[in-house]
């Protein structure tokens, strides 16, 4: 069966270094995105992809970046680590440019920054 | 700034009773309406999608309902069971003026079911 699987489930990191969050993809999407989900806010957009060489700023992309070298991968990664970036983060794919196509989101990856 | 709000933030009922949660949202031009459940340490996962014409949309014991007049979203809860202890999130899609479509979450709604 398709899946969407996040690693690693939980880490933690110091501040100011480097972490890279890993979101694999089967169902052959073409939109990727990336949340973050935290108390008393809905998740919010960090990152998105169109496809292969596509990537685009969420509202929440200050010290996160993407890249996307095929359609299964999408890593997420944190520049320099900060305790603000304490959180958990859901990978999502979806397929088709309707809007209106259902996605599908990974278990997500709970980050510690200390 | 469009928002989605959802009520209440929580709620504990008995075991085979039902529920009512409520999504009202400001988002305008809208796609589509959607209802996720996330259990606790999982990801969401789709409930029901709406689009701006369809008014209820059903999925086993789970009721949604639409009314874009009004911009208010309701999902029902039939029958509770155990397994229904989660957060439910209700989720808009913005229609762009260009590029993405933009999605909209709620804070959810965290539902406890006690036997």
């Known amino acids: 069966d398709a899946e969407i699987t996040q690693s690693p489930r939980h880490k933690i990191t110091e501040t100011g270094r480097q972490v890279t969050l890993a979101c694999h993809q089967t169902?052959?999407?073409?939109?990727m995105f990336w949340y973050r989900q935290d108390l008393g806010h809905g998740l919010r957009l960090i990152h998105y992809s169109y496809g292969v060489q596509d990537t685009n700023k969420g509202e929440v992309s200050d010290g996160y970046s993407v890249s996307r070298s095929n359609t299964e991968d999408l890593p997420l990664t944190l520049e320099s680590a900060a305790s603000s970036q304490t959180s958990v983060y859901f990978c999502?794919?979806?397929?088709?440019?309707?809007?209106?196509?259902?996605?599908?989101f990974g278990q997500g990856t709970r980050l510690t920054v200390v | 700034k469009n928002q989605v709000e959802q009520s209440p933030q929580s709620l504990i009922i008995l075991e085979g009773k039902n529920c009512t949660l409520q999504?009202?949202?400001?988002?305008?031009?809208?796609?589509?309406l959607r209802w996720y459940k996330q259990d606790t340490g999982r990801g969401p996962v789709s409930l029901t999608i709406?689009?701006?014409?369809?008014n209820t949309k059903s999925n086993g014991r789970y009721t949604a309902t639409l009314d874009a007049d009004t911009k208010q979203s309701s999902l029902h809860i039939t029958a509770s069971q155990l397994s229904d202890s989660a957060s439910y999130i209700c989720?808009?899609?913005?229609?762009?003026?260009?590029?993405?479509?933009?999605?909209?979450f709620g804070t959810g709604t965290r539902l406890k079911v006690l036997a």
């Open positions: 999504c009202n949202y400001t988002v305008s031009p809208f796609s589509n």
């Open positions: 169902w052959n999407h073409n939109n």
């Open positions: 709406m689009t701006f014409s369809e």
């Open positions: 999502a794919s979806s397929d088709g440019g309707t809007g209106n196509t259902e996605a599908f």
């Open positions: 989720v808009v899609s913005e229609i762009p003026t260009s590029g993405t479509y933009k999605y909209i």
